[in-house]
């Protein structure tokens, strides 16, 4: 026991003693914390449109003031020929083009029915989607206005409840995200060379040939490493309740013990990459370019996880990430406690374990 | 020139004679964007849906169906009381739920309106919005039924004024996510490797003691520098290579523009992420340090980019940041040439921009380079 905190001792000196790599460690997260809250958002805002009015009467002014007018949409520019749509695409400039029929107004008399083009650049099908979908709002409104006079009979109205997060603010999609995936990256990348290392530089002979046993090693490789993360934790927690105004429903107890947990998940998973590679370079390879874009993409933090194709939600449960944010937004924004999430709780503790398990065990089929 | 090229042969040596590392740079890419791709959609769909039917009347039942028949809504529940329906929301298996209120068809024949109450998950605030158009087109194409059923023939109304909207989606007409994506995600997995591989190099020499031989040796740092990028750049394209193959053959991604247009502005953005990984091996002392800083800016440069969340909806001081970031433009020229077919001129700002940007940081990671050694 005292040879191994002799060897914990000796740990915490080598990471104390890079002040740079420290300061790397610390900063890093805390900026990227600020910059993604602050910028990252899915709504769609100040979209460049442009308008092509072939009619320049009266109404259609009315609902071009009507779309300028909106938070979503700015006009960029007017268009006078229906040849000019694809040259504004083309260099990137707007993202749609309204196009008003010939003599809208009078149509709209004569007929009761006027016609509208929404052009959109769906290279981008959400933008697209959602622009159309904004500009069909806003004609709605408008519409209702023309027709007050016209009671229409027999309505069901949905009174719609947006529920544990009633703005609709992204921050409280992507701040639970950003947490995440900072906290998985910088745990497993920090622990991940820290075996491999004593290969490169050679001194893993020494350990070899030491009395310290392989779970001894890796334990005692992991513990600094807990504790700086539980800092990191913790900074990231304060910013985002103090800055971006993230509510703790639940337990901040409860969200202390789960973001330990999922750290020592995060560690574990860099010990095992670390026991399976040979280089530093090879084992932040794994760790960057083998973790970063799956944890981005497949924990939920960006994507619904439910729209995916089934197998590519199958993947999904293998990423540590995928339930840590469930547990995040659970105890956060939902309020609920252990009784709603022991099952994502224990499948990390059962990743932790498998994670730590097979490292002893690589470690051990090295040491022969 | 000759010098260049033996340290050139033998850098490729070195990546080849690395086992470890060539599934890492030549597999994991691949795989990811062939698998990754797919996981990119921002579509709503197999929204789980609850219901709790109070009523249960011919009306109440039909409005039921109608979700039913949605392809949207995939799982139905029936739950019989409102508390066991939240306490599903809370564990997550339920996103939406749809409550009937008791007598709904006698008040809605007697009053000839009637509310219902929609409950909906509402932590992802833009797939909130998106389930609540779905529920509000599904009740209102509902109404549209009732009015023919209920009213009689005779009872013909004013026609309302309408402005028929005709929705026209270009370029990807069936709003297929992939064809946005996988170019996308090709241009993240060309800069991350370029990145994190020159990022580490010159720092691995220092850490293991080798630039000091190097230093001492008659090779020009200019050669030096040269021939050690050089590798990476041709893995870089040969990457891209490979993945509008895949994009094209597995995704069938359209490729309206010029390839060579493509090939052109790739090989001047490449010399942008060499230059800033080069910069960064001159300011860390370890491989360690090298790839934290590394990783600091690919989060900043995936996230930031437009690729995954729209930058002109960020606030102004970030879509300023933005222009700092190198994986936006080559994001918005991949889809414009590839997806639009727009041309050189259309693309000039960009490709001015990029040169600019692989100028100054090769510059500046040249000149650090001189000072600290």
């Known amino acids: 026991m005292k040879r191994f905190i002799g060897f914990i001792k000796k740990e915490f000196y080598h990471i104390f003693r890079d002040r740079r790599s420290l300061f790397i460690l610390f900063g890093m997260p805390i900026a990227q914390i600020m910059l993604f809250g602050f910028a990252i958002t899915n709504e769609i805002n100040n979209v460049d449109i442009a308008i092509l009015d072939h009619s320049k009467d009266t109404t259609t002014e009315e609902i071009i003031n009507k779309i300028s007018a909106s938070k979503y949409f700015s006009i960029k520019q007017m268009i006078t020929r229906e040849a000019d749509i694809a040259a504004v695409f083309q260099k990137g400039h707007v993202k749609a083009v309204l196009n008003f029929e010939k003599d809208f107004s009078k149509n709209l008399i004569k007929d009761n029915k006027a016609t509208i083009q929404i052009i959109t650049d769906a290279t981008d099908p959400n933008t697209a989607n959602t622009i159309s979908n904004y500009v069909n709002a806003i004609l709605q409104q408008y519409q209702k206005e023309l027709n007050k006079d016209i009671t229409i009979a027999y309505q069901i109205i949905p009174q719609t409840r947006m529920v544990y997060n009633p703005e609709l603010k992204s921050v409280y999609m992507f701040v639970p995200g950003v947490m995440t995936i900072i906290l998985m990256l910088v745990s497993a990348m920090m622990t991940s060379i820290s075996i491999t290392r004593e290969k490169e530089l050679g001194t893993m002979e020494i350990l070899l040939v030491s009395p310290i046993k392989p779970i001894q090693v890796i334990v005692g490789k992991v513990f600094p490493y807990i504790f700086l993360s539980i800092i990191n934790a913790v900074v990231i927690v304060l910013l985002s309740i103090f800055i971006f105004k993230m509510p703790v429903q639940g337990s901040l107890f409860l969200l202390g013990f789960e973001s330990v947990l999922f750290i020592i998940t995060s560690l574990a998973l860099g010990i095992l990459i670390s026991t399976i590679s040979a280089t530093q370079q090879t084992a932040m390879m794994i760790s960057l370019m083998g973790l970063m874009l799956p944890v981005i993409l497949l924990s939920g933090f960006i994507f619904p996880i439910s729209s995916m194709p089934l197998p590519l939600q199958m993947i999904s449960n293998i990423i540590p990430a995928k339930w840590f944010i469930i547990i995040i937004k659970g105890i956060m924004l939902k309020g609920v406690g252990l009784q709603y999430l022991w099952k994502e709780t224990l499948i990390l503790i059962g990743m932790t374990i498998f994670f730590i398990g097979l ?6 089929i090295r040491l022969e | 020139m000759k010098t260049i090229l033996y340290i050139i042969q033998k850098e490729f040596k070195q990546i080849f004679r690395n086992k470890g590392m060539l599934p890492i740079i030549f597999v994991l890419p691949i795989l990811q964007l062939v698998i990754l791709s797919n996981a990119a959609t921002f579509e709503v769909k197999n929204i789980k849906f609850g219901y709790i039917d109070n009523d249960h009347t011919s009306t109440s039942r039909a409005l039921v169906e109608k979700f039913n028949a949605s392809t949207y809504f995939n799982v139905l529940t029936d739950f019989p009381s409102e508390a066991l329906a939240s306490s599903e929301m809370l564990k997550g298996n339920i996103d939406v739920i749809l409550e009937i209120p008791h007598y709904f068809e006698r008040d809605l024949q007697k009053e000839k309106y009637n509310s219902l109450g929609v409950t909906i ?26 009015k023919i059923d209920l009213l009689q023939v005779s009872d013909k109304q004013i026609q309302p004024i309408t402005i028929e909207t005709i929705p026209l989606f270009w370029y990807n007409e069936t709003l297929n996510y992939k064809t946005f994506m996988v170019p996308g995600i090709l241009v993240l997995l060309v800069t991350m490797i370029t990145l994190f591989l020159s990022g580490m190099n010159i720092v691995r020499e220092k850490e293991i ?28 394209m040969g990457l891209l290579t490979v993945g509008l193959i895949l994009a094209k053959v597995i995704f069938n991604v359209p490729m309206v523009g010029s390839l060579a247009l493509m090939y052109f502005y790739t090989s001047i953005y490449i010399l942008v992420v060499l230059g800033i990984g080069l910069f960064i091996s001159n300011f860390t002392d370890t491989q360690q340090q090298a790839m934290f800083i590394s990783w600091f800016f690919v989060v900043i440069f995936i996230l930031m980019s437009g690729l995954f969340t729209p930058i002109e909806s960020m606030p102004k001081w970030a879509q ?45 990671a040249v000149w650090s380079y001189k000072k600290i050694n």
């Open chain 1, 359 to 364: 490292s002893v065990k690589k470690y051990k």
């Open chain 2, 121 to 146: 998950n509402a932590i992802d605030g833009a797939a909130a919005g998106v389930e609540n158009v779905y529920v509000t087109q599904i009740i209102q194409r509902f109404n549209q039924n009732l």
């Open chain 2, 209 to 236: 003691g080798t630039l000091e031989q190097i230093n001492v040796t008659p090779i020009k740092k200019s050669q030096f520098i040269i021939g050690k990028l050089f590798p990476f750049w041709v893995i870089g």
């Open chain 2, 320 to 364: 300023i940041v933005t222009e700092f970031n190198p994986v936006k433009y080559f994001v918005e020229v991949m889809r414009m040439v590839m997806l639009k077919g727009s041309g050189f001129n259309d693309i000039l700002p960009q490709l001015l921009k990029t040169a600019l940007y692989a100028f100054v940081m090769n510059g500046l």
